[in-house]
């Protein structure tokens, strides 16, 4: 049975930091990429940042050069680290694994979703 599990999530103010974490269980985490995706109260799931499982990076570009999204297959753990928080950036944040991707930026590619977690950034 594949578990993924957010955490980190919580009430910051803009400018903040927060790391998010998503462990996963029951599937090879080091065959899979792995990515993070928001939604917003009334919108729809949007990619924010994935890791292929041979370490390559891709970001919206509405986040670049603040969120930063890690893993570290021992601990079958992906990180994303959301610095400068902006109030737009408020949204449930979800993990998913994809085993054969080919557009890691659609959520219809993933196999495998977590809970999620809420981030809340206020003004």
């Known amino acids: 049975q594949v578990q993924l599990v957010e955490s980190g999530g919580g009430l910051v103010q803009a400018g903040d930091s927060l790391r998010l974490s998503c462990a996963a269980s029951?599937?090879?985490?080091?065959?899979?990429?792995m990515g993070w995706f928001r939604q917003a109260p009334g919108k729809g799931r949007e990619f924010v940042a994935v890791?292929?499982?041979?370490?390559?990076?891709v970001r919206a570009d509405s986040v670049k050069g603040r969120f930063t999204i890690s893993r570290d297959n021992a601990k079958k753990t992906v990180y994303l680290q959301m610095n400068s928080l902006k109030p737009e950036d408020t949204a449930v944040y979800y993990c998913?694994?994809?085993?054969?991707?080919?557009?890691?930026?659609?959520?219809?590619?993933?196999?495998?979703w977590g809970q999620g977690t809420q981030v809340t950034v206020s003004s």
């Open positions: 890791i292929t499982r041979s370490g390559t990076t």
């Open positions: 998913a694994a994809a085993l054969d991707v080919v557009n890691t930026r659609s959520k219809y590619e993933y196999d495998y």
């Open positions: 029951g599937l090879r985490f080091s065959s899979y990429a």
